[in-house]
């Protein structure tokens, strides 16, 4: 019959005599003495981490990739005034979705539940750019709109009509007239 063996904190305490002589013998036997006290160690680094660790990080790079495509998004747009609320109430949005997120009660107890939100929130520096500055979501995602020095008013029906027909070439604008026209005539029996 076989017995099973484990090696606990009493038989690493022995170690040094079961590991026997010769030139590795001093540090087998540290070795066997230091294992459960970095086991102990290590096991307090990582505490609070773990499973709490990837659903909150997996939700963040969720979040993140969304609030790059709205950055994306507002930067390839027309920049008026209506496109900028739009995009801050989708930054905010997806801000409130991580925030409630990683503020659920059983990640707040841990590390990773509150480095969810205290590292990308406004004035934290966990990250830098590469001047050195600080870097966090807000001053990534959300400030590039907020900031936005080439805001403009919002598209009136009059002011829409007159920038497309001053975006056309000289001569284009004769050739729109007329179907237009038809159009208004049509629309005015």
Request: glycine residues 6%.
């Amino acid at each position: 019959m076989q017995h099973r063996r484990n090696i606990g904190f009493a038989q690493a305490a022995i170690a040094p005599a079961i590991a026997g002589s010769g030139p590795a013998a001093p540090f087998v036997a540290a070795a066997l003495l230091a294992a459960p006290f970095v086991m102990k160690l290590v096991t307090r680094m990582v505490q609070g981490c773990g499973q709490s660790c990837t659903l909150t990080s997996d939700a963040a790079n969720q979040i993140e990739a969304q609030l790059i495509q709205n950055l994306r998004a507002y930067e390839n747009s027309g920049h008026t005034q209506a496109e900028q609320a739009a995009a801050l109430q989708v930054f905010d949005a997806y801000w409130f979705t991580l925030a409630e997120y990683c503020g659920k009660p059983e990640f707040q107890s841990t590390r990773a539940g509150r480095a969810c939100i205290e590292d990308r929130a406004a004035g934290s520096c966990k990250w830098k750019d590469d001047s050195g500055q600080c870097w966090n979501w807000f001053i990534g995602y959300r400030d590039p709109i907020a900031n936005d020095q080439n805001v403009r008013p919002n598209a009136t029906p009059a002011s829409a009509a007159a920038e497309l027909f001053n975006s056309l070439e000289e001569g284009e604008a004769s050739r729109y007239l007329i179907p237009a026209a038809a159009l208004a005539l049509i629309l005015a029996l």
